[in-house]
């Protein structure tokens, strides 16, 4: 059974920046998609982006560029997602997710997202 | 971007009716559309994709169907652990988009 186990809750001052991990057990982790998605206190969810760990290139939303970097480590089956500039807005928990099947060359988008993490808490306040 | 709208927000619902849930993408997504269960405090559960299959051990009262931009998901008799919020999804594009939600809530 895969498991995506998440880093713990932090919390940052506004300007700073937050790395959140997600480490995957259980399952095969290279070709499949990685993906970020956000929920802010009583909204809904938002894709930050994603990484196909054994092509190593993120992907990420329009909003979030240049702001967010996400990477993975084959050798540790686990992902990374770092956000800079933090301001409040930003507070929010952030969860992982594995798409249900392995991503080919040249995909153009990522599965449905069948596991998920239990989410990490960023706080973002001065 | 592809822009998901869901409807309604809210749906009030008695247990053991039916509860209908709409999907509409401001361009056509094919069969690209998953959606997801998500209860306060929880991760979302995958529970349908490719507009209408069930994701594992999802129970057959949950049906989806549609195609293009209208999209429907059918919670056929309610019980009491299904009343959530759901949420759609388009994986035809990046980057990848979720509707607002509908929160289906006891009536």
């Known amino acids: 059974q895969v498991q995506l186990v998440q880093s713990g809750a932090e919390v940052k001052k506004p300007g700073s920046s937050v790395k959140v991990s997600c480490k995957a057990s259980?399952?095969?982790?290279?070709?499949?998609?990685i993906s970020w998605v956000r929920q802010a206190p009583g909204q809904g969810l938002e894709w930050m982006g994603g990484i196909i760990p054994i092509f190593g290139t993120g992907n990420y939303a329009q909003k979030f560029q240049g702001r967010v970097t996400i990477t993975a480590d084959e050798s540790t089956s686990t992902a990374y997602m770092e956000l800079s500039s933090l301001r409040s807005e930003d507070t929010a928990v952030y969860y992982c997710?594995?798409?249900?099947?392995?991503?080919?060359?040249?995909?153009?988008?990522?599965?449905?997202?069948?596991?998920w993490g239990q989410g990490t808490l960023v706080t973002v306040s001065s | 971007e592809i822009v998901m709208t869901q409807s309604p927000a809210t749906l009030p619902v008695s247990p053991g009716e039916r509860a209908t849930l709409s999907c509409r993408a401001s361009?056509?997504?094919?069969?690209?559309l998953a959606w997801y269960q998500q209860k306060p405090g929880q991760a979302p559960r995958l529970l349908i994709y490719g507009a209408s299959t069930r994701a594992t051990y999802i129970p057959a009262r949950f049906s989806g169907s549609g195609s293009g931009t209208e999209f429907t998901l059918t919670i056929s008799s309610l019980q009491s652990e299904d009343f959530a919020v759901y949420y759609c999804?388009?994986?035809?594009?990046?980057?990848?988009?979720f509707g607002g939600g509908t929160k289906v809530e006891i009536k």
């Open positions: 997710a594995r798409s249900h099947t392995p991503s080919i060359v040249g995909a153009t988008t990522y599965p449905p997202l069948d596991y």
């Open positions: 361009q056509s997504l094919s069969s690209n």
């Open positions: 259980g399952g095969t982790f290279s070709s499949y998609a």
């Open positions: 999804q388009q994986y035809n594009n990046w980057p990848l988009t």
